[in-house]
């Protein structure tokens, strides 16, 4: 594998589209591979039932907040990387991204001992069932003792995305979630001569995958077959930019954590309608979680670039950038709410058959769809702002989606209307509108340009 010519681009010139294109579109497709995990674990799962479906939705939740810290240090790498690049000092991105792996690891090790310790506990907190916290914490607790593979390989993906390499990322996504896809459901219903693990097996399969992603993207890294090449000569540990890592990153972590933790809440609010309701809530999170990430990749795409951009002393340029990536991500979204409006039944038929669940989830959706028609702008000027390393923003904006709009709507439209659990999904919309207005209102002042990291 040579390193190819087109590394040496420079993507603050040029054409706009044409780089913005060429970046993220990989990083579109990485970003949906990297969170289907629990989706594909999800598919077959839902073949052993509702109980089973219900667990693995509430561990993924809890996964995901797992992820959104890790991202955060994700990102706050990624648009110091990213500005390094743009000014034309490789030395000073290579520096922080070893920085950035002694953060990773230490991270890691945390998430290690919670799983051994509190998978249980968390999900008995929830207020689940006896049935869906012995699922739920077997899934979970095997993910959290791997998170160092999963830590590793997003770090990886990070710095070569803030150099200015989407398509290596790309292909190491692609050929760990085909192994996974391949391997969970030996694992899961005991095909050929694996044993039936059941919603252990799916976590194991993702371990295993994470694993093989973090080794492929280390050596890539090492032995320079991408735009950034890692050296390990001369390190020592810098406690100044690790810092600086968490200072960018700390917000972008509350942000996804935030998110995460809303989910949770969400999930508790749906807990007094029943384990259909959860079931049915947790397969509608888990389909928006896909919808959500191609455009979340196409904003972190606009923000590599419009870090960059700013690292070279070109703040239009970054502009122009970012409201481009906001029309194609409205664009996408506006197809995906005609697909879900009309095919509700057969995408939620993907997971699981039973009248019931296919009858409740598929009106989640159709009533999500209001929401999607804005989710591409929320999506794509929160990564952007995080890109360029401007983190408290979205931090604020999701504050104010979830914990001001959409938990007191959702406990207050069930209880005051007739609309009953259906309350809680209309309070998800007015959220998804809320924070569209304040990410309009803060992009349109510019201040975002002046933002140094």
């Known amino acids: 594998m040579s390193r190819p010519a087109g590394f040496d681009r420079d993507l603050t010139k040029g054409s706009i589209v044409g780089n913005l294109l060429r970046l993220s579109w990989p990083m579109m497709i990485s970003s949906t591979l990297n969170m289907l995990g629990p989706t594909i674990d999800m598919i077959w799962v839902g073949k052993l039932g509702s109980a089973s479906i219900a667990g693995v939705g509430v561990a993924g939740t809890a996964v995901?907040?797992?992820n959104s810290a890790m991202m955060g240090f994700v990102v706050g790498a990624r648009a110091m990387i990213a500005r390094f690049i743009g000014a034309g000092d490789a030395s000073g991105a290579n520096h922080v991204a070893r920085q950035a792996f002694v953060l990773s690891a230490s991270f890691a090790i945390v998430l290690m001992a919670a799983g051994i310790f509190f998978a249980e506990t968390l999900l008995i907190l929830m207020g689940m069932e006896a049935e869906v916290v012995s699922e739920g914490a077997a899934y979970l607790r095997i993910l959290l003792v791997g998170s160092l593979a999963m830590s590793f390989r997003m770090m990886t993906e990070g710095i070569m995305q803030a150099s200015g390499d989407s398509m290596t990322p790309m292909k190491i996504a692609v050929s760990f979630r085909l192994f996974h896809v391949a391997l969970c459901p030996f694992l899961v219903?005991?095909?050929?001569?694996?044993?039936?693990?059941?919603?252990?097996?799916?976590?194991?399969?993702?371990?295993?995958?994470?694993?093989?992603?973090m080794a492929f993207g280390l050596w890539i890294l090492l032995s320079g077959r991408t735009r950034l090449r890692l050296t390990l000569g001369g390190f020592r540990l810098d406690p100044g930019a690790i810092w600086r890592i968490v200072k960018v990153g700390i917000p972008a972590s509350f942000t996804g954590m935030g998110r995460s933790l809303g989910h949770?809440?969400?999930?508790?609010?749906?807990?007094?309608?029943?384990?259909?309701?959860?079931?049915?809530?947790?397969?509608?999170?888990?389909?928006?979680?896909?919808?959500?990430?191609?455009?979340?990749?196409?904003?972190?795409?606009?923000?590599?670039?419009a870090g960059q951009n700013l690292g070279a002393g070109q703040p239009g340029r970054a502009e122009r950038t970012s409201w481009?990536?906001?029309?194609?991500?409205?664009?996408?979204?506006?197809?995906?709410?005609?697909?879900?409006?009309?095919?509700?039944?057969?995408?939620?038929?993907?997971?699981?058959?039973?009248?019931?669940?296919?009858?409740?989830?598929?009106?989640?959706?159709?009533?999500?769809?209001?929401?999607?028609?804005?989710?591409?702008?929320?999506?794509?000027?929160?990564?952007?702002?995080?890109?360029?390393?401007?983190?408290?923003?979205?931090?604020?904006?999701?504050?104010?989606?979830?914990?001001?709009?959409?938990?007191?709507?959702?406990l207050l439209l069930p209880r005051v209307t007739d609309l009953g659990v259906y309350g809680?999904?209309?309070?998800?919309?007015?959220?998804?509108?809320?924070?569209?207005?304040?990410?309009?209102?803060?992009?349109?002042?510019?201040?975002?340009?002046?933002?140094?990291?």
């Open 324 to 410: 481009l990536a906001v029309g194609l991500g409205e664009g996408f979204m506006i197809a995906c709410t005609v697909v879900i409006l009309l095919w509700a039944e057969q995408v939620v038929g993907i997971f699981n058959t039973e009248p019931e669940l296919v009858k409740l989830a598929s009106s989640f959706l159709r009533i999500a769809a209001v929401g999607y028609l804005v989710l591409g702008l929320n999506a794509v000027m929160g990564q952007c702002l995080s890109g360029i390393g401007d983190t408290v923003p979205p931090m604020l904006a999701t504050l104010l989606t979830i914990w001001v709009v959409q938990i007191p709507l959702s």
């Open 264 to 305: 949770f809440a969400l999930t508790w609010i749906m807990v007094p309608f029943g384990t259909m309701a959860v079931a049915a809530h947790s397969l509608g999170q888990r389909i928006e979680v896909q919808l959500f990430f191609p455009i979340m990749g196409l904003g972190v795409g606009a923000g590599v670039l």
């Open 64 to 66: 995901m907040l797992v």
């Open 189 to 213: 219903l005991g095909w050929w001569i694996f044993p039936r693990l059941g919603v252990s097996g799916a976590a194991l399969t993702n371990v295993i995958s994470q694993s093989l992603g």
């Open 424 to 453: 809680v999904r209309w309070a998800m919309v007015a959220g998804m509108v809320a924070g569209a207005i304040a990410y309009v209102i803060y992009f349109r002042l510019g201040r975002w340009k002046r933002k140094q990291v």
